[in-house]
C-alpha cells in the first residue's frame, strides 16, 4: 500500500464565530480580497498571533500551606470573638479579666502563625 504525500489531512467540523456587522465589516476591510475565513486563519495562526498563558496552578507544598490555613480559620472563633471584643471596647464595656487576656493571647498566636504560614506560601521573606 503506498500512501501520496499530496493527500491533505482531514478537515474537523466547521468552527463558528458570531460577530455584530461592524465587526464582520472590519474584519472583511481588513481581509482586502482574501476570503474571510483565509484570512481569519492567517491572523490567528500566526507566529505573532497573541499568546495567552495558562494560568499556573500553585505547587502542591503552597496548597497545602493554604489549605492548612485555611482550615485552622475554619476551626477557631477568632474573628468573630474579637469582633465582640471590639463592639465591647466602642461601648466602653470592655472588662480585661483572665479569661480575655488569655483569648486575646491565643487569637495573637494564631493570627502570626496564620501570617508566617501565608507568607510561607507566597514565597515571601518576613
Do not use: C
Amino acid at each position: 500500500m503506498t500512501l501520496h504525500t499530496s493527500q491533505k489531512p482531514p478537515r474537523l467540523a466547521p468552527f463558528s464565530l458570531r460577530l455584530t456587522p461592524e465587526e464582520r465589516q472590519q474584519l472583511e476591510t481588513q481581509a482586502g480580497g482574501m476570503p474571510l475565513a483565509s484570512y481569519i486563519k492567517s491572523v490567528v495562526l500566526a507566529d505573532e498571533a497573541p499568546k495567552y498563558r495558562s494560568r499556573r496552578k500553585p505547587p502542591v507544598a503552597e496548597q497545602q500551606l493554604l489549605a492548612e490555613v485555611l482550615a485552622r480559620l475554619a476551626q477557631t472563633r477568632h474573628a468573630n470573638n474579637l469582633n465582640q471584643i471590639a463592639k465591647h471596647l466602642n461601648q466602653g464595656t470592655l472588662v480585661i479579666d483572665e479569661e480575655l487576656e488569655a483569648d486575646l493571647k491565643a487569637a495573637v498566636a494564631e493570627v502570626a502563625w496564620m501570617r508566617t504560614k501565608l507568607m510561607e506560601a507566597l514565597g515571601v521573606q518576613s
